[in-house]
């Protein structure tokens, strides 16, 4: 980590006789005092969104709430796209089918163009100098610190190879977990199996997917709490506003397992204004899961019948994704709109160098029209163990804490689902450490160096999802946050999954 | 009535810098957008607008932040700012390291928004509580209290409240000189009225406060003054907007009379007496509540308690969000020896 200077803040008391500053620029042209308020305007735009904030005002008087209701907003980062949405909102040129506002938790088709950013170039890697580290002290209680300080002092003493020190500190902290409750004891006890399996060498084995035990503890998951949920719901909500007109769609999942977020995408096609595409599912599996790929597309084949929606499903089963070649998913150029959907599956391939670089080379060959990327929020593959085990134990924290609440079978799951990945993160390494998260802003660097363009996620999204939330016990904790055209789902105030869209469909 | 309106719109672009004009214009949009006139809300839409940033316990230019839970009852949040330890970033058992120094400021800050917007993470009071740290040396804790519609008097009090007691019992935040808490209270526009009501419930039970900064603090009543009328909609603000989050606010068929909203108004209890903290009021000249702000440091005084008032003539409401005018630099100036005088 690196050691930040401690300065006080010299610009914060000035002399100066002049009562307007010269707004300062940074490289990218933004108004710095405005980005760090989260807003990106170009100094050179400036006037122009003041302008146009100007003709806003002038029509509009206090009575403009209904325009909240049926506008859908974009991306409230970029200001001068949002004023432009408002003005146009006003003005509308074409047939701007509104989403149904009363249809609560319903995903309905909305035409896709206000999502798709203006088309200036927008500089990337002006991200915040330092990485970002989020924290909430979730228990003050002065044994969960105790316990806390014990375990970092032996994952230190793992980083530096003192395995004896280790050995020591990882029995001190199973006796500090054993007098713990709630979700902290939980974490520490992964935790601590993690340090003492990577102490003893006694790795945990990849079982991921090898038997149907794994798909059991994903579904107990997936009914436990919000975040598959969240993570279907606005991959769907993106694929479904790309896939607006479209009379054929093609959708490639990189990672079927259930099939779960599948059901309610085909509904939601059934129900679409004008009728039903044609719908085509590829369901993409490892050659070690449990339920077969097929079983899972016939499954949903079944469903699409009843509803009404043609469907066609092709299975591909590989050991990894890096080998997916392009010709395996025979895509109907020209016929079809293409979209390739990855829930928490491309932090996988970070393990084996060159891996994730094969998968979006094919991705890009078949110029999709969107991609959906659900990936957890957090730097959980940095280069140092320590670094590495600190963020995870935060992250899991919270995670932890979100599950806690009267016992039930689907949370002991739950725990368990996730305490295999921590087990993974700590005690693995290299090609057997998968659980390789990274951050939002991470992997946009990564799409937008690799040419693909964002597509913004607008507040209808977040509006369902949101009432989504609502429906789960301890509602009040959840929270959905929107970052620049992305939606990312939290407990309390730390972000915990991103979800993300993207396109690479068009010569740009 | 287009013709004053587009000269109010060129008055208020010429009293401030236009990156703050484009600022606070995006506000009073987005804000006009969210309040239904029926007197509801639309939380979502305001949700997804606000800017929000993540706490960060890596410093960044000599502040780190964490989030805390003070009440898992109410779910009540709060960001601690602190100033950067010498050497390596704090790790989570470094987060609640007892502060230095014989005598450590704490200020509990409450964020603005008329009850209604805003959080402690929004992007402008997590920028505004970095600079009060850096400023004053000082611990900040910035209370994410419940906002109304959904939430009304006295729910953003009480949270206040809870903060205040919590913020007294940490024994990290204890003074060396005499083993404790030395607690400023801090707030803009709402939050300004909320530090004022926190220190009132403070001044019985024994938690000593000492000092309030109020900074453009929101407070009204039922009469329309001077300033509400020279200034309705001139600068981002209306009387109308006004109006709207008082009802929001104060209690179902509550007036503006409300001691909450008027606190040396006709229903108000008297501070005579009382071992009230120091008061530092800043009005800003083109706010058109500045009246009742007026009338507020007025009562202060009356009652003998000890107030300092800035009046800033050209200044509109929101200027302490951007460091681009006099007026930011003087007002921090002004909270620093505020703050410090205590340290000596």
């Known amino acids: ?508 | 009535m287009a013709g004053s309106d587009q000269v109010n719109l060129i008055e208020s672009k010429t009293v401030v810098p236009l990156n703050t004009w484009v600022l606070i214009s995006n506000f009073k949009l987005a804000y006009n957008l969210l309040r239904r006139p029926d007197g509801t809300f639309n939380r979502h839409l305001a949700e997804f607008l606000d800017r929000k940033v993540p706490a960060n316990a890596n410093p960044v230019n000599g502040v780190f932040s964490f989030d805390v839970i003070m009440d898992r009852q109410t779910n009540l949040l709060s960001r601690v700012y602190r100033p950067a330890y010498a050497g390596d970033p704090p790790s989570f058992t470094d987060l609640q390291k007892p502060v230095d120094g014989e005598v450590a400021p704490v200020i509990v800050f409450f964020h603005g928004g008329s009850f209604v917007h805003s959080s402690a993470n929004s992007a402008i009071y997590d920028t505004l509580c970095r600079r009060l740290v850096g400023l004053c040396g000082s611990v900040v804790v910035s209370v994410n209290y419940r906002r109304a519609p959904e939430n009304r008097y006295p729910c953003a009090y009480d949270d206040g409240w809870t903060a205040l007691n919590w913020v007294n019992s940490r024994s990290w935040l204890k003074s060396k000189k005499d083993s404790k808490v030395h607690i400023f209270l801090a707030g803009d526009s709402s939050g300004g009225n909320i530090a004022h009501n926190v220190a009132v419930r403070a001044v019985e039970s024994g938690i000593d406060v000492l000092g309030n900064i109020l900074l453009n603090p929101m407070f009204g009543g039922t009469e329309r003054t001077e300033s509400e009328t020279r200034l309705d909609g001139k600068y981002f603000v209306t009387v109308r907007d006004r109006d709207w989050y008082w009802r929001a606010f104060l209690p179902e068929g509550e007036d503006r009379e409300h001691p909450a909203c008027s606190p040396f108004g006709p229903r108000s209890t008297s501070l005579e007496g009382l071992s009230f903290p120091k008061s530092l009021v800043v009005v800003a000249g083109l706010d058109l509540i500045q009246d009742w702000q007026l009338k507020y440091a007025d009562g202060l005084k009356k009652a003998g308690q000890e107030v300092k008032l800035l009046y800033l003539e050209q200044a509109t409401i929101g200027f302490y969000l951007l460091p681009n005018n006099n007026h930011f630099h003087t007002v921090m100036e002004e909270i620093a020896a505020f703050v410090n005088a205590e340290c000596q």
């Not at chain 1, 206090?62 to 146009?88: C, K, M």
């Not at chain 1, 088709?109 to 002290?137: N, Q």
């Not at chain 1, 709630?182 to 340090?195: C, D, P, S």
């Not at chain 1, 994730?356 to 730097?379: M, W």
Request: proline share 4%; net charge negative; with cysteine.
């Open chain 1, 1 to 508: 980590m690196k050691r930040e200077h401690s300065h006080r803040e010299t610009s914060a008391v000035k002399t100066g006789s002049s009562s307007m500053t010269a707004n300062k620029e940074e490289a990218g042209g933004f108004d710095e005092l405005l980005v760090v308020l989260g807003y990106k305007v170009r100094s050179s735009d400036m006037a122009d969104v003041a302008n146009k904030l100007e003709q806003l005002e002038m029509v509009l008087d206090d009575g403009i709430s209904h325009l909240s209701d049926d506008t859908v907003h974009y991306n409230p980062s970029d200001l001068s796209g949002w004023v432009d949405t408002l003005l146009s909102d006003l003005n509308p040129t074409c047939d701007q089918v509104k989403p149904d506002q009363d249809s609560e938790y319903e995903l309905s088709a909305i035409p896709g163009s206000a999502a798709y950013p203006r088309g200036k170039r927008t500089r990337t890697g002006s991200d915040s100098p330092t990485t970002t580290r989020s924290m909430v002290v979730l228990d003050s209680q002065e044994t969960g610190v105790r316990l806390v300080h014990a375990l970092l002092a032996c994952a230190e003493a793992v980083q530096q190879n003192n395995l004896k020190l280790a050995d020591v500190l990882v029995k001190h902290v199973g006796l500090l977990a054993s007098s713990q409750a709630g979700a902290m004891r939980k974490v520490a006890t992964y935790f601590a199996e993690g340090l003492a399996r990577r102490i003893y060498r006694i790795y945990p084995r990849d079982d991921v997917g090898l038997s149907s035990f794994s798909d059991t503890l994903q579904i107990h998951f997936y009914e436990s709490c919000p975040y598959l949920k969240f993570a279907h719901f606005t991959a769907n909500q993106a694929i479904l506003e790309a896939f607006a007109t479209a009379e054929k769609v093609h959708v490639i999942d990189l990672g079927l397992n259930q099939g779960l977020q599948w059901p309610a995408l085909i509904q939601a096609l059934a129900l679409r204004p004008g009728g039903p595409p044609d719908f085509r599912l590829t369901g993409i599996g490892s050659s070690l899961t449990g339920q077969s790929v097929q079983e899972v597309g016939w499954k949903l084949g079944q469903l699409a019948n009843v509803v009404g929606v043609n469907f066609e499903f092709k299975s591909i089963v590989l050991n990894s994704l890096s080998d997916l070649k392009p010709e395996m998913l025979e895509i109907r150029t020209g016929s079809e709109s293409v979209a390739v959907n990855s829930v928490f599956e491309l932090h996988r391939l970070l393990a084996h160098p060159g891996s994730i670089d094969n998968i979006l080379l094919t991705i890009k060959s078949i110029k999709p029209d969107i991609i959906t990327v659900v990936e957890q929020e957090a730097n959980h593959n940095g280069a140092v163990f320590l670094d590495r085990f600190t963020e995870s134990l935060h992250y899991y924290s919270s995670l932890f804490d979100s599950l806690e609440g009267p016992p039930s079978q689907d949370r002991v799951m739950s725990e368990l689902y996730l305490g295999r990945q921590i087990l993974n993160l700590v005690a693995c390494e290299g090609e057997d450490r998968v659980e390789r998260h990274e951050t939002l802003v991470q992997w946009r660097n990564r799409f937008s160096m690799g040419g693909f363009k964002p597509v913004n996620i607008g507040s209808y999204a977040y509006k369902q999802a949101s009432m989504l939330l609502a429906l789960y016990a301890g509602a009040d904790g959840y929270k959905v946050e929107e970052n620049e055209g992305c939606l990312l789902l939290g407990w309390q105030t730390r972000p915990l999954i991103a979800t993300s869209a993207w396109r690479f469909n068009r010569v740009e």
